[in-house]
């Protein structure tokens, strides 16, 4: 009897670890498939996304929904999210391309201010009379930096600044480059008072094409926009210095006379230019302007405030531009370049071999030197006269080291010359 219990237990202790055996069994199964299936299902997504990505790439958002069978009109990207615009247009106050163009404008219009400028002038009877010039600019900080061209605010004597909120202020000029019509001016503001300076892009990704937006105070008129497209990049602008402003902007969007220093920007509200001026028979536009590139700006902005000026590199010797009666009386096998008259004594182009002349001669009301070298190139760049040389070193910094090809004896030789910091008020010859 109690070996017959010990069996009967013993077979339902083995019944129990089989049921235990399957269901653990069928359980692991299930876990099986269930992650199988997942793996699969994730590899279909992760296909899907890459099939959508590249739809995306190819045919954008607007194709992408079309493709969903969604009827898309138009898609506009705001600050405050995408809207897509579905069904009748005339349902909707404003187009895809409107809502950006007033996005832009409530974006940046705060950040562009109207300068009026008064210089003195002597009349006809020798007296000084005020004579008055407006023009834009573009707040740059929160504390009253004022970015705007040179040419606004040369000979000012008395500076005005008149923001959005229509308040008058005093400003003072800061710094001053030349060179690329670029000055930076200081608006000493109240306590209380924060401005609010404009977002920088870049022109280096600019496409001729692409959709810019000018806004100024053409002809007094406060914060005008204006809306055209890149016209052209690289352009050579020589302007009334007779330096030449290399990689402007070249754009079609209106810029009339008081929209210098005002700002181009791009679809997405960003700076990428600063209206310089405009190719033009009459005095109004006709289609072709010009901006200084952002990135020119940038890289200037730190010294005018810091210097009041640029730091850039210069050779410390005195130099000639070439003409024709130069080139004939000194038998010179160039007939363009600049002669080197002289070389500052001890100085950095004198220890790196750059030779100047020993002949004394008079030219016009000024004594020059010939036999010393011709500098026909800096850098790679050609140099046929002043403005060249100015080109070549205008991305250069003292203690910078420049390549500069001379013509000596008749012959090409090629020299490494440090820099030194550019004077001011240079004189050409002595």
């Not at 235990?20 to 699969?40: C, D, E, K, Q």
């Not at 194709?63 to 349902?91: H, K, P, R, T, W």
């Amino acid at each position: 009897m109690e070996h017959q219990t010990h069996k009967k237990n013993h077979m339902v202790s083995r019944l129990i670890r089989t049921i235990f055996i399957v269901v653990i069994g069928i359980l692991i199964s299930l876990a099986i498939i269930v992650w199988t299936r997942s793996l699969r299902q994730k590899s279909e997504i992760d296909h899907q996304r890459e099939v959508l990505a590249e739809v995306l790439k190819r045919e954008g958002e607007l194709g992408l929904l079309e493709m969903a069978g969604v009827e898309v009109n138009d898609i506009f990207y705001g600050d405050q999210g995408v809207s897509v615009f579905l069904g009748n247009m005339d349902d909707f106050t404003y187009s895809a391309q409107e809502m950006r163009n007033i996005a832009i404008y409530e974006e940046v219009n705060h950040s562009v201010v109207h300068i009026t400028t008064v210089s003195l002038s002597l009349n006809s009877f020798l007296e000084i009379l005020p004579v008055q010039g407006t023009g834009s600019g573009i707040i740059i900080s929160e504390d009253g930096y004022v970015l705007t061209n040179a040419h606004v605010v040369q000979d000012a004597a008395q500076l005005t600044i008149s923001l959005h909120d229509e308040s008058n202020h005093e400003a003072r000029l800061i710094g001053i480059d030349q060179e690329n019509d670029l000055a930076v001016l200081k608006i000493d503001l109240p306590n209380h008072m924060v401005l609010e300076p404009i977002t920088f892009g870049t022109a280096k990704t600019l496409r001729v094409g692409q959709q810019v937006v000018a806004i100024g105070n053409p002809f007094g008129y406060d914060r005008t926009m204006t809306i055209g497209t890149v016209s052209g990049l690289g352009r050579p602008v020589r302007t009334d210095l007779n330096t030449v402003i290399n990689g402007m902007i070249q754009t079609d969007a209106a810029i009339n006379p008081g929209n210098s220093g005002g700002p181009l920007l791009n679809s997405n509200g960003e700076m990428i230019g600063i209206n310089t001026s405009i190719y033009s028979t009459t005095g109004g536009s006709q289609g072709i302007g010009f901006a200084v590139p952002v990135d020119t700006a940038v890289s200037v902005i730190p010294d005018l405030i810091q210097y009041g000026k640029v730091m850039r590199g210069w050779l410390d010797i005195t130099m000639v531009q070439l003409d024709p009666s130069i080139v004939t009386y000194a038998d010179l096998p160039v007939s363009s370049g600049l002669l080197v008259s002289q070389v500052r004594p001890g100085g950095k182009a004198e220890k790196s071999g750059l030779r100047g002349g020993t002949q004394r001669v008079q030219y016009g009301s000024s004594i020059i030197y010939l036999g010393g070298d011709v500098i026909i190139a800096v850098d790679g760049d050609p140099v046929h006269e002043y403005a060249d040389l100015y080109s070549a070193l205008i991305d250069t910094r003292p203690g910078d080291t420049v390549e500069v090809i001379v013509m000596r004896n008749g012959q090409q030789t090629v020299l490494e010359i440090e820099l030194v910091t550019r004077p001011e008020g240079m004189e050409w010859t002595v």
